[in-house]
């Protein structure tokens, strides 16, 4: 059987789209690992389903599987681009805001148009940060603290955060040169996170100002990571690096977030149809 599919991706955060509206996936793992592959396939960090919410007052719903066929419940990239899918399509009824079902639980979504008339841009509501050791999970016990993990010989102090994907954000001296490829399938395995964790490594660059690498659980380093980064927002704000609003440099561009220390982060990035083709 063939299925139609669209390849997008969110400041460099890559996926291959599905539209189950009009596609039947009867596999989607098989389909995730296929499709994700750089060298024999489409080339991307996962595969997610654009389907139809199954409760009223939502406009669609986001099914995503990473590249190694595995689930995940939350991407802000990933769903930056469904809003954009949804919108473009018209799906949305010419709404520029509206709710979107996650694994995660929903999230709100405004469509920032551009000259062209589609969505360029998205500002996701991405949910209150979940700090409780059983939500993110982890075996680590306070929440919201530093804790240490002593990987491959080094001592690496990191805060857990939950963001829909169980996260551990690290503040280094330097991103660039750090071995994100060594430490960071280190940490994901690690059992302080029984449902392996994202790993986060960050470079505070100013008042306000951060870059990020993210080691991604299922996927490896990917260009971008929209829940990382939120979690990297919230990290930033507990350990008194950063206040509120902040920029965050990643491989694959910039995102802007902001948290108030207790609700909802909100975060906005660039949303980018690459092709469209046909998986036979």
């Not at 989607?28 to 139809?52: C, E, M, Q, T």
């Not at 954009?84 to 469509?111: H, I, M, N, S, Y």
């Not at 939500?135 to 080094?154: D, K, M, N, S, Y």
Request: charged share 20%; with cysteine; hydrophobic share 40%.
């Amino acid at each position: 059987m063939s299925i139609e599919f669209v390849k997008m991706h969110g400041t460099g955060n890559d996926y291959v789209y599905v539209d189950l509206w009009t596609e039947t996936v009867p596999d989607p793992v098989a389909l995730a690992i296929a499709v994700s592959h750089r060298r024999f396939g489409i080339g991307s960090d996962g595969l997610i389903l654009v389907a139809k919410p199954d409760e009223d007052g939502f406009a669609g719903r986001m099914i995503m599987y990473n590249a190694d066929g595995s689930t995940s419940g939350m991407c802000g990239n990933g769903l930056r681009c469904v809003a954009k899918f949804l919108f473009d399509r018209w799906r949305t009824q010419g709404a520029t805001e509206f709710r979107l079902q996650t694994g995660a639980g929903p999230r709100g979504a405004k469509v920032h148009v551009g000259v062209d008339g589609k969505a360029n841009r998205v500002t996701l509501s991405m949910g209150k940060p979940l700090l409780s050791p059983e939500e993110i999970p982890t075996t680590f016990l306070a929440q919201g603290e530093e804790f240490e993990l002593e990987v491959a010989g080094r001592k690496l102090k990191g805060t857990p955060v939950g963001m829909g994907n169980p996260h551990f954000v690290v503040f280094v001296e330097e991103t660039e040169t750090f071995p994100v490829h060594e430490i960071g399938p280190l940490i994901e395995n690690h059992p302080a996170f029984p449902q392996r964790v994202n790993a986060e490594f960050v470079q505070v660059m100013g008042p306000g100002h951060l870059r990020q690498r993210t080691w991604e659980r299922g996927s490896g380093e990917t260009w971008a990571c929209g829940t990382g980064a939120s979690a990297v927002c919230v990290a930033s704000r507990l350990r008194g690096h950063t206040q509120g609003a902040v920029e965050i440099d990643l491989l694959g561009g910039r995102l802007s977030l902001d948290w108030d220390g207790q609700g909802e982060v909100q975060l906005t990035g660039n949303a980018v149809e690459v092709f469209r083709g046909v998986w036979d």
